[in-house]
Nanobody, 120 residues
Framework: QFHLVESGGGLVQPGGHLTLSCATSGFNFNSWIIGWFRQAPGKERESIAC????????YTAASVEGRFFVSRDSARGTISLHMSDLESGDTALYYC?????????????WGQGTQVTVSS
């Protein structure tokens, strides 16, 4: 079973940066696409980024392109979401997750989430 544990969230000022991490277990890390989605109160779930852990091909949503990127550490079985130039609109609960397919539009497993709050 997929076991995903996010960490690294917190309060950051606008324009700041933050890196989220996702520790994985229970499955073969190098055989799956893993990514991130976020959800803010009253808003729909938004896919943010995905990484193919064996090819390192990545997908990043247009809304965060140029500010966020995803990376992976196969030795540790972790992926990270590197976020910079953060805006108030980035405030949300961020989830590490397994997508249903390579489009990374829908998700079939996720962790408990980590809160990111962008505020001065």
């Amino acid at each position: 079973q997929f076991h995903l544990v996010e960490s690294g969230g917190g309060l950051v000022q606008p324009g700041g940066h933050l890196t989220l991490s996702c520790a994985t277990s229970g499955f073969n890390f190098n055989s799956w696409i893993i990514g991130w989605f976020r959800q803010a109160p009253g808003k729909e779930r938004e896919s943010i980024a995905c990484i193919n852990t064996w090819s390192q091909t990545t997908y990043t949503a247009a809304s965060v392109e140029g500010r966020f990127f995803v990376s992976r550490d196969s030795a540790r079985g972790t992926i990270s979401l590197h976020m910079s130039d953060l805006e108030s609109g980035d405030t949300a609960l961020y989830y590490c997750a397994i997508p249903t397919n390579s489009d990374c539009e829908y998700w079939k497993a996720w962790g408990q989430g980590t809160q990111v709050t962008v505020s001065s």
